[in-house]
């Protein structure tokens, strides 16, 4: 079982960035995804949500209006479009199957200039 992320680097505050996750071991069709990040010295906070069949999402307060999850099933992805990006938003993210604990190992996200 594996979940792998990618897109991560650094950006330019006000770019984009869209991260991908992507499931090895196991069908992500019947989980509930999210991503979550972690800045340093700081909790792991959720940011994005989405149900099995991608019909509802939510999002984190910080984030809503600027984030955008969605998945792909088919083949086994979920990804994160991230626009409007500020240094608040650096951390590293996390691509997650929350029940059952699937973690993938996080991709660092850097906003600066």
């Known amino acids: 079982v594996q979940l792998v992320e990618s897109g991560g680097g650094l950006v330019q505050p006000g770019g984009s960035m869209r991260l991908s996750c992507a499931a090895s071991?196991?069908?992500?069709?019947?989980?509930?995804m999210s991503w979550y990040r972690q800045a340093p010295g700081k909790g792991r906070e959720r940011v994005a949500f989405?149900?099995?069949?991608?019909?509802?999402?939510t999002y984190a307060d910080s984030v809503k209006g600027r984030f955008t999850i969605s998945r792909d099933n088919a083949k086994n992805t979920v990804n994160l479009q991230m626009n409007s990006l500020t240094p608040e938003d650096t951390a590293v993210y996390y691509c997650?199957?929350?029940?059952?604990?699937?973690w993938g190992q996080g991709t660092q996200v850097t906003v600066s200039s």
């Open positions: 997650a199957a929350v029940i059952p604990n699937y």
């Open positions: 071991g196991f069908t992500i069709s019947i989980y509930h």
């Open positions: 989405i149900n099995t069949l991608g019909t509802n999402t």
